[in-house]
Nanobody, 123 residues
Framework: VQLQASGGGLVQAGASLRLSCAAS????????MGWFRQAAGKEREFVAA????????YYADSVKGRFTISRDNAKNTVYLQMNSMNPEDTAVYYC?????????????????WGQGTQVTVSS
């Protein structure tokens, strides 16, 4: 599966942004989808994940209550709605896919990655 992330940009603290990740190739609904981010000089970290049907979601504590992951299997797209953003959210955001993860929050579980989209939050 090929993944293409989009929607990043420069926003002020407190603003909202929505990221999209379009998938092509194999059947999108086969995959658990995740969003990860990597700030400059830091390791890539988990942000959010969603199960194949969208019935269950998982969030990092740092974004819980502010970010929402969702998916539209008919459009082969996963989204990350980011609200009440702060400068600590500044990073390159990546979408990723995996078929049968044992640990859906782990970076190493994911087999397919998008190219990343830059998100910058100014104070």
């Amino acid at each position: 599966v090929q993944l293409q992330a989009s929607g990043g940009g420069l926003v002020q603290a407190g603003a909202s942004l929505r990221l999209s990740c379009a998938a092509s190739g194999r059947t999108f609904s086969r995959y658990v989808m995740g969003w990860f981010r990597q700030a400059a000089g830091k390791e890539r970290e988990f942000v959010a994940a969603i199960t194949r049907s969208g019935s269950s979601t998982y969030y990092a504590d740092s974004v819980k209550g502010r970010f929402t992951i969702s998916r539209d299997n008919a459009k082969n797209t996963v989204y990350l709605q980011m609200n009440s953003m702060n400068p600590e959210d500044t990073a390159v955001y990546y979408c990723a896919a995996v078929e049968n993860p044992l640990r859906p929050l782990a970076v190493t579980e994911y087999d397919y990655w998008g190219q990343g989209t830059q998100v910058t939050v100014s104070s």
